[in-house]
């Protein structure tokens, strides 16, 4: 399959599931560079550090040639525009996702036309997966093995632990 140059995979990643690495895993397939970009957002209301989120995404991704994990505090299209590269990765979970990415890419293009946005689709058993649930399952003591990597798992466990 030929790749392509780069794109940039934003998110807040808080955590990283198994939805994230598939998506990840489906880019770094299409393109030779995959940035995963951690944004820190100071208006979210984030469970992990924006260290503690790159350090797990770091050791996750670790075996999936061409991708690496940075952080921005920016536009994610000035980020683009630092980093020299005008592709941006979003995931589509469902089609409740979809409006919400959609405004997202529309309004980007009107503030950077030179920035394209690719929407990728995880696989069918990852599809449902999302941060925020995953977070209100697990501060229940539910077993999320099959929503996280390992190594994330274990950091919510920790993390809720009461």
Known sequence: M????????????????????DVIQRAARVFDK?????ANNSTKNVLF????????????????????VDTFDSLVIDYARRK???????????????DYEFQIALTNRRLAEDVETV???PSEHVSFV????????ASLNADISSFVPKVVEEQLKKRLRR
């Open 119 to 121: 929407f990728l689709m």
């Open 2 to 21: 030929a790749t392509l140059k780069a794109a940039i995979y934003p998110g807040s990643f808080d955590p990283v599931t198994n939805g994230h690495l």
């Open 84 to 98: 020299k590269i005008n592709v941006l990765i979003r995931g589509l979970r469902m089609t409740s996702d979809f």
């Open 49 to 68: 550090t924006i260290g503690e989120r790159v350090e797990m995404l770091k050791k996750v991704t670790k075996g999936i040639k061409g991708v690496e």
């Open 130 to 137: 999302s941060s925020s649930i995953l977070k209100e399952v």
């Open 34 to 38: 995959v940035v995963v970009a951690v």
